[in-house]
């Protein structure tokens, strides 16, 4: 599904007049592989607008429907490539494309190599593996396969909406669970209680961990940022309830957004302490490709007061782009605004007890599955 490479990138006008209900992006970036640029007239545009005016719907918002489509891959597990700086070697995707519509996902731009926008598409067309549970048993069952720790939501929430009804990553995870397989996911949903049995499992035997993401813990800005995502209040209480039921939760404060959230950074670490984390971390804004554009729209059209000086902010932080792709650089950023960050939050992890030592996952439960789902007596 790859196109040509082009030079320069375009947006692809939204062809909608007027907001879309419960999306995070308000337009569909040009695909950056493709040549060719999808513009929408001016006065067609205009036309739209003046239509929904006479017809008394003015700014309502639009319905933009979710489509899912199949993913025939023949791989399950995915190496992360070398030259990344994430801390961990192999992931699983049961889908690709998140219906949480969070503005600033990094993830966005991975839905342009399935032939996607970043935008609007990125959101409501979502792509689904239906046979991940057992594709993943035969990966796991490979000779090759050493057990070696999995994150399974590295470009995407397994837990979004379109889970409680495909339930792939609930099977991923019995597969995960009946195999010893270490695996942590990141997640911002309370459907990831649904599956508390399975983590506690995980977790009893050091197996498994959930990290929850926090970006901000006023819920009308929550709301605008992840418009499908559990409110802020619901993800504090997943963290009680997944330590009640023994789980081992890392809070992820990510993005902190300079000028619209940074601020908020004393107050999210208390609660999330009060909430029974183990461990916080934090993530500068990334606007990689065509975000910068999805987040300066969104900007001025939820904050449209503070826009300028936020994106000046923002910066202020990547030595005056909006986006410093230098690793070691594009997670904390760098400057005296991103020094002050990284200073409150040592503080007050301090403070609240927070990052004390945690195991890393142990591999030494894994024990290879058969393909008849029995285990091997001297599997291993």
């Known amino acids: 599904m790859l196109g040509m490479h082009g030079s320069d990138y375009e947006y692809r006008d939204a062809l909608l007049a007027g907001p879309a ?4 992006a308000g ?9 060719a640029r999808v513009h ?19 700014d309502e918002p639009v319905r933009v429907p979710l489509e899912v489509f199949a993913d025939k891959t023949v791989n399950i597990i995915n190496k992360v490539a070398p030259t990344s700086d994430v801390p961990f070697d192999w992931t699983v995707n049961p889908y690709r494309g998140c219906e949480h519509g969070c503005i600033y996902c990094f993830a966005r731009p991975y839905h342009e190599y399935l032939g996607f926008s970043c935008g609007l598409d990125f959101e409501t067309k979502i792509v689904a593996k239906p046979d991940a549970p057992q594709m993943l048993r035969e990966a796991l069952a490979r000779p090759s396969w050493k057990g070696e720790p999995i994150v399974m939501s590295a470009i995407t929430d397994i837990y979004q909406p379109l889970e409680k009804k495909m339930r ?16 942590s ?6 459907l990831v209680l649904r599956d508390a049995d399975l983590w506690a499992r995980k977790s009893a035997d050091n197996t498994g961990r959930v990290i929850v993401t926090l970006v901000t813990l006023d819920h ?5 940022l992840e418009p499908r995502a559990a409110a802020p209040s619901r993800r ?6 997944l330590t009640k039921a023994g789980v081992a939760v890392t809070v992820n404060i990510a993005p902190v957004i300079p000028g619209l959230t940074d601020q908020e950074m004393p107050r999210l670490l208390e609660a999330v302490a009060d909430a029974g984390a183990r461990r916080a971390a934090w993530v500068m804004l990334r606007l990689p490709y065509q975000i910068k554009d999805l987040v300066l729209d969104w900007l001025q059209r939820c904050v449209p007061d503070r826009a300028s000086r936020i994106e000046s902010l923002i910066r202020q932080t990547q030595g005056g782009k909006l986006y410093n792709a230098k690793r070691g650089v594009r997670h904390r950023g760098r400057g005296d605004i991103a020094t002050q960050i990284a200073q409150v939050f040592d503080v007050f992890t301090r403070k609240h ?6 195991n890393p996952l142990s591999r030494s439960a894994f024990r290879r599955p058969r393909l008849d789902a029995q285990m091997g007596l001297f599997d291993g």
Do not use: Y
Not at 27 to 35: A, K, T
Not at 48 to 54: G, L, T, V
Not at 185 to 190: E, N, R, V, Y
């Open 185 to 190: 996911t990141m997640t911002k949903s309370a």
């Open 353 to 358: 007890g927070l990052n004390r030592h945690v």
């Open 220 to 224: 009308e800005l929550a709301l605008k």
């Open 40 to 58: 929408v007239d001016g006065d067609e545009m205009d036309r739209q607008r003046q239509e929904r005016a006479d017809e008394g719907r003015g």
């Open 21 to 24: 209900r419960r999306r995070g």
């Open 236 to 241: 504090l209480h997943v963290i009680r309830e």
């Open 27 to 35: 337009v569909n970036p040009g695909n950056r592989f493709e040549l």
């Open 168 to 183: 792939l990553a609930r099977g991923c995870l019995e597969v995960m669970a009946e195999c010893g397989q270490p695996v």
